[in-house]
């Protein structure tokens, strides 16, 4: 993680426009590339999934939703709001709660999911800054949610389906 490579990352950034992609879209099952390259187009890109999450509503998001496949992750859950570049789990408790989850990229589709209670991430801040922190309870589980993203797992894979008609 501490090596800086370029890549194709920064042409892939110079649009605005970001689209959300639905599940069974094929994007969203496969594996997320690391980021090398931190610069003010990995900056910009942050700041426009933020400003995307937050227009849909959502609570966290992962490049990939957005067709992105790079390692980069927003939350904004509790007291955490963040962009996590290259997010990796170090550590996480042996307890584990199940709760209800949904996801932007399934629209209306509940799911009880498995998440353990604690996490200890380390990522890197758009900038490049080395980030290392521990997470619990709801922010642990944003957390996650959007990491599984970047490895092509959806919540229908880890939970239950809820029926919510009345």
């Given at each position: 993680m501490d090596e800086i490579k370029t890549n194709r990352f920064t042409t892939q950034?110079?649009?605005?426009?970001?689209?959300l992609r639905v599940f069974p879209d094929s994007v969203l099952?496969?594996?997320?590339?690391?980021?090398y390259t931190f610069d003010l187009a990995l900056q910009r890109f942050a700041n426009h999934m933020f400003a995307f999450m937050k227009?849909?509503?959502g609570i966290g998001l992962a490049a990939p939703q957005v067709g992105v496949l790079h390692r980069i992750i927003v939350v904004a859950s509790e007291d955490i709001a963040e962009c996590l570049v290259n997010p990796e789990i170090l550590a996480s408790s042996t307890d584990y709660h199940q709760e209800e989850e949904g996801c932007l990229s399934l629209p209306e589709q509940?799911?009880?999911v498995d998440r353990y209670l604690k996490v200890e991430v380390r990522a890197r801040s758009p900038e490049g800054r080395k980030l290392q922190f521990e997470a619990s309870d709801w922010n642990a589980?944003?957390?996650?949610h959007e990491i599984d993203h970047l490895n092509g797992i959806l919540i229908c894979d880890r939970g239950v389906e809820i029926n919510m008609t009345i």
């Open positions: 950034l110079t649009h605005n426009y970001m689209e099952r496969e594996v997320a590339q690391p980021v227009e849909h509503r509940w799911f009880d589980r944003v957390l996650q």
